[in-house]
Structure formats: C-alpha cells, structure tokens
C-alpha cells in the first residue's frame, strides 16, 4: 500500500501560483497513475482536475485546461501540480490519490490527507 503525502499549500494572492508536492513515502510512484482533485468549503470533492500516468502523460479536466501542470520527478517518488493564474474561487484542501478507471470515471484508490490552498488578497 502506497502512502501519499501533499505538501506545498498556502494562502496566495489572485493571479499568483503555487506548486504542490505529492510524495510517495517509502516508495515510489511509478506503478501508479495519480489525480489531483480538490474540495473547496461546503463543497462535495470535485472530480479529477488532472491526471500524471506512469509513462509521463497528462490528463486534464477542461476547467483548469491552460492553468495546471502536473508532472513527475526523475526519482519517480514525486508528483508536482502547478497552478497559475491562480483565482478565489480555487481556494480548496488539494487531495492526491492513486486513481484508476471505473468505466469511464477516474476513481481515487489510496488517498493522501490533503494540502489547504487558500486564494484571497
């Protein structure tokens, strides 16, 4: 069982970015497709903002299209998600999650305790 840990949140100003960190404690990532999603207050999680596969792909959603980045380090321990143009409304706990395809709906399977993002002047 992989364990996940996300790091990097803060509180940043509108049009500012941030990266997160997503690290694999004691192993690596690279049997693993891993999402990013977010859940703001008061709010149900959204479903997967991006996706970072194991052969170096990226999936992402059409809402963040153009703003987000995900990627992965050369330890394959490490995934990154990088977000410009950063707006209020992105003011969420960030989760990452191993995931896989239910039919036709990326599922997260093992889940990491989430970082706070927190957008406002």
């Known amino acids: 069982q992989v364990q996940l840990v996300e790091s990097g949140g803060a509180l940043v100003q509108p049009g500012g970015s941030l990266r997160l960190s997503c690290a694999a404690s004691g192993g690596t990532l690279d049997d693993y497709a891993i999402g990013w999603f977010r859940q703001a207050p008061g709010k149900e999680r959204e479903g997967v903002l991006c996706?970072?596969?194991?052969?170096?792909?990226?999936y992402y959603a059409d809402s963040v299209k153009g703003r987000l980045t995900v990627s992965r380090n050369n330890a394959g321990n490490t995934v990154y998600l990088q977000m410009n143009s950063l707006k209020p409304e992105d003011t969420a706990v960030y989760y990452c999650a191993t995931v896989y395809l239910n039919g036709t709906k990326w599922t997260g399977h093992y889940w990491g305790q989430g970082t706070q993002v927190t957008v406002s002047s």
């Open positions: 996706i970072s596969t194991p052969n170096g792909g990226a």
